[in-house]
């Protein structure tokens, strides 16, 4: 470099040190993006601009990658060690330098050809000054491929953005793969440069997104659609007012969905979530980003479906989202948060609003659906949750299929880009409005969403510990349906939306299985992990030294027989954990001379079920196999499998578990020689006994299913004694059964009597064959999983299993003896 040129990019770079402060994607780019840093790198920018340069320069000296302004010397041969697609724009076009991307890249390549063991990455970066997709000026108008900014726009953009930028590294490009491979003659170094250059311009939609539009102009569009025509129709004939007052109505609940998206609003919103995330929490954990960013750069139209733990979730998903440089999504949020001032600012940010009920309102359902269509068409991509609420019990609920429905249905309409399905797992080491949860759980009424209830909740923010973002298995719709239902493009209208018959079962599966695939990208932390094991105990108390001896216990479980690749495990060992959680303030210490005691409290308890639910589909197999063998010493292999066999696909339907039926046999296998290798059990030959001295920590393993079991004893029971009692009897009387035995028996567990939980498992028993088509119970069936059930519960508890069943019916039944 000659001298005159380093004193420039000196003098530049001191300006640039106090503008601009970028953010690098992905976060790790030698790991995620497999950056080696003692691998020879070329870095490819799409256009001429030395402060995209020196940027670029300053994040590679951070990340401890080579530097792009120190050429590289191969075979004697130097070459700079980046590149520009395009010389860009320039303020005087007549000094417009002549291109030399082609002949550099020519070069490299011919490096390549001469020399078989050089191999240089190709490494792509877009540096980002600002993500303004602008307005729609007329209709249709496609949004920019590539940006190209003169010396004094660039100069402006640093000005006022440069803390709004970031420097993306694209996957690498192996030369060596192009030169053996393509060859390494000047139509392959101009095919590179045609094709970096259609990556930055994706890469640059991927970011910005597409223009917005003029919202009065959309309106309008939506009207002409025959769809809301002919509805507008149906609602002056029905309520026998006119077409234009019928267009007005219309009109008025346009204005009430559609969201009003604005950059500067997400400009803004990013600097105060910024602010306020660094002081609300000690870390925020994202994982497997990098499969959306793919998606986003292949064209997909993606809709994100997370878990809907807190109000939180809304912008926590748009935050992250947004520094991943991809675009926030338009989110369906409830019509109870379109409140002052919450609903401006959640409309500016990209929320459109739905009613909890479409029921009734022919005109309402048919906007909604026409605006979710059009959505898509326009390439937003969109959130929405699935279950409909906010969890109060920490565990999934059933999903409401409203949406997806819609979704398929923009599908069958047409369109240029595939939909895929993100499932997405939120998880917090402190829920702000869990105390609330535990207060509705108990009956207290649902307090309305308002100005005085946000401020409350403001009050509450104090420091929420960790927080997780993980992106699940996507569900590409096009594949699924393609595998499922192949004829469902004989479906597709343009106009109409279409009901077919196999829309309905479609979407109920899909729907599980995304249920399912949150569940599967669930985040371990301390606090529920060390809820989960003090709420296994019976005194909900244990010494520091049980308590890190199972904590380790779980963790060298899930590390050695992992439920799903995509959960997520933490990287502290048991004794960290533990010292975190204290640090949280959610547990209690007695201090005596003996040791510490870790306790929680009833109230603490109750409150920690929440935590304990995100990860309960984690250990219930293996609960299931250890409470099992503590209750049947000296079991064969093939008894407990049998067991597990019958028990567990009601487990599976109430947590959305991944593991069909034929997967057990190996999966049990897996977790008895886990048990085995941790001294827990001793598996000679087919006979499993336990080891009496690590007993205790087999029972607290065992005591994780405890509850579960008690709930599906106790419909059981109710079947055996009354096989003709009908659905809503044995769903209402399983519930008050729970109730009473949550009290004389201390189960401090709201979801333990929760009404959804029980409709479930009535639902299940069905499916399962357990009630038949007429409603009566398979009573064979039904003895024997009660008879599996009864010898896993306590005595005391069965008993009042049985005394209460006996006195709802009328008929005495003989109870089964108490094992």
């Known amino acids: 470099m000659s001298g005159w040129r380093k004193i420039y990019y000196t003098l530049l770079e001191l300006p640039l040190k106090l503008l601009v402060r970028s953010k690098v994607i992905p976060a790790s780019p030698r790991d995620e993006a497999g950056l080696d840093p003692q691998r020879p790198i070329m870095y490819v920018l799409p256009y001429n601009s030395k402060a995209d340069l020196l940027t670029l320069r300053a994040q590679c000296l951070r990340q401890q990658l080579p530097d792009p302004l120190t050429p590289l010397e191969i075979d004697g041969v130097v070459l700079p060690r980046y590149v520009y697609i395009h010389d860009g724009p320039r303020v005087f076009p007549y000094f417009t330098e002549k291109s030399e991307s082609v002949k550099l890249f020519h070069a490299y390549l011919d490096l390549h050809r001469n020399n078989p063991d050089l191999d240089v990455l190709m490494v792509p970066v877009s540096v980002m000054f600002g993500r303004s997709p602008g307005r729609e000026s007329q209709q249709n108008q496609p949004a920019p491929q590539l940006r190209l900014l003169n010396g004094f726009q660039k100069f402006i953009a640093v000005l006022w953005l440069g803390r709004d930028s970031f420097v993306r590294f694209s996957n690498p490009l192996s030369l060596r793969y192009m030169a053996t491979v393509h060859g390494t003659d000047k139509t392959i170094a101009q095919k590179l440069a045609r094709v970096a250059r259609i990556h930055f311009a994706r890469q640059r939609l991927v970011a910005v997104g597409p223009r917005l539009p003029v919202r009065q102009d959309l309106f309008n569009k939506l009207l002409a659609s025959r769809a809301i025509e002919k509805a507008v129709e149906d609602e002056a004939r029905s309520k026998k007012i006119s077409i234009e007052q019928a267009q007005q109505n219309a009109i008025a609940l346009m204005e009430e969905i559609a969201a009003d998206f604005s950059y500067e609003a997400v400009r803004l919103s990013d600097r105060v979530l910024s602010w306020t995330w660094n002081r609300l929490y000690q870390g925020l954990h994202v994982r497997n980003a990098e499969r959306v960013r793919q998606l986003a750069e292949e064209g997909h139209e993606i809709v994100y479906v997370p878990c809907h733990r807190s109000h939180m979730d809304y912008l926590l998903l748009s935050y992250v989202l947004y520094h991943q440089g991809l675009v926030p999504p338009h989110i369906a949020a409830g019509i109870n948060l379109n409140f002052w001032p919450a609903g401006p600012i959640f409309r500016r940010l990209g929320a459109f609003f739905i009613r909890r009920t479409f029921k009734g309102n022919k005109l309402y359902s048919t906007i909604f659906r026409e ?8 390439g937003y991509s969109v959130e929405y949750f699935m279950e409909g609420g906010r969890s109060r019990t920490g565990r999934l609920l059933e999903p409401k299929t409203g949406t997806l429905t819609m979704t398929i249905q923009a599908m069958l309409r047409g369109g240029n880009r595939p939909i895929t399905l993100v499932p997405i797992y939120v998880g917090y080491e402190h829920v702000m409005e869990v105390a609330t949860y535990a207060k509705e759980l108990r009956g207290a009424t649902k307090e309305k969403e308002g100005f005085m209830q946000m401020v409350r909740g403001l009050r509450k923010l104090r420091n929420l510990g960790q927080g997780y973002v993980n992106f699940g298995d996507p569900l590409p719709l096009s594949t699924y349906l393609n595998q499922k239902v192949p004829h469902w493009r004989d479906s597709i209208d343009p106009i109409e939306a279409q009901r077919p018959a196999w829309l309905a079962p479609a979407v109920n599966d899909i729907a599980g299985k995304i249920m399912v695939r949150i569940n599967n990208a669930a985040a371990v932390n301390a606090i529920n ?18 308590l890190i001896q199972q904590l380790s216990c779980y963790l060298e479980l899930m590390q050695n027989v992992p439920y799903a690749q995509d959960v997520t ?30 306790f929680l409290s009833r109230e603490q308890a109750i409150l920690m079920t929440y935590y304990r639910n995100n990860i309960q589909h984690l250990f219930i197999l293996p609960s299931m196999v250890a409470s099992i063998i503590a209750g049947h010493p000296g079991i064969s292999r093939d008894d407990l499998l049998h067991r597990i066999t019958l028990l567990y696909p009601l487990a599976r339907a109430e947590l959305f578990m991944q593991y069909e039926i034929p997967q057990l046999a190996s999966m049990v296998d897996a977790l008895i020689d886990e048990l085995a290798r941790q001294q827990l059990i001793i598996a000679r030959g087919e006979l499993i006994v336990l080891v009496p001295a690590h007993a205790h920590k087999l029972q607290l393993l065992a005591a994780g299913v405890r509850e579960t079991l008690l709930r599906y004893a106790i419909t059981f029971s109710l079947l055996r004694i009354n096989p003709q009692i009908n659905r809503g009897t044995l769903e209402k009387e399983s519930r008050t ?17 929760d009404k959804a939980v029980f409709s479930t498992l009535v639902a299940t028993l069905r499916d399962e064959g357990y009630i038949s088509d007429t409603g009566d119970a398979i009573e064979e069936k039904v003895i024997e999983v009660y008879g599996v059930l009864a010898e896993l519960i306590t005595p005391d508890v069965l008993l009042t299993i049985e005394n209460a069943g006996l006195g709802n019916t009328p008929t005495a039944v003989e109870p089964l003896p108490v094992v």
């Open 569 to 598: 495990l933490p990287d502290a060992t048991a004794e960290q954990l533990l010292e975190h959680a204290l640090a949280m303030n959610k547990f209690s210490v007695e201090k005596d001379t003996i040791g510490d005691i870790i």
């Open 529 to 546: 992990l060390c809820s989960t094991v003090l709420l296994a105990s019976r005194q909900r108390s244990l010494t520091r030294e049980q």
């Open 371 to 378: 605006y979710l269509g059009e959505l898509f068409t326009r």
């Open 737 to 753: 059964m729970a109730q009473r035995l949550s009290v004389l028996h201390g189960i401090n567990a709201p979801e333990f009597f």
